[in-house]
């Protein structure tokens, strides 16, 4: 049963920080490259951050580049979502997600999604 797990989310002041964390299995974690994407009230899914199956090779949409860093560990199939100097705007549920493809920027393109986490921040 292929499960994606997510953790970390919660109530920040904007200007905090929080770590988001996903814990893949049911898969073979490293063949899959991993994203993550966010959906406030009333809009559209949108993409926030992504990585290749190898380290270092990253996007960032651009609301949050400089500001949030992905990474992974594929010794223990986990994905992580660093935010810093987090905006009011930041608030979404987020959620962690998978794909074989190559599409980075899709919501549509990635196969296997977590079930979300809520980050709310507070000005």
């Known amino acids: 049963q292929v499960q994606l797990v997510e953790s970390g989310g919660g109530l920040v002041q904007a200007g905090g920080s929080l770590k988001l964390s996903c814990t893949a299995s049911?898969?073979?974690?490293?063949?899959?490259?991993m994203g993550w994407f966010r959906q406030a009230p009333g809009k559209e899914r949108e993409f926030v951050a992504t990585?290749?199956?190898?380290?270092?090779?990253?996007n960032y949409a651009d609301a949050v580049k400089g500001r949030f860093t992905i990474s992974r560990d594929n010794a223990q199939n986990t994905v992580y979502l660093q935010m810093n100097a987090l905006k009011p705007e930041d608030t979404a549920v987020y959620y962690c997600?998978?794909?074989?493809?190559?599409?980075?920027?899709?919501?549509?393109?990635?196969?296997?999604w977590g079930q979300g986490t809520q980050v709310t921040v507070s000005s």
């Open positions: 990585i290749n199956r190898h380290y270092g090779s990253t």
């Open positions: 997600a998978a794909t074989v493809g190559t599409a980075s920027y899709l919501p549509s393109r990635y196969e296997y």
């Open positions: 049911g898969f073979t974690f490293s063949s899959y490259r």
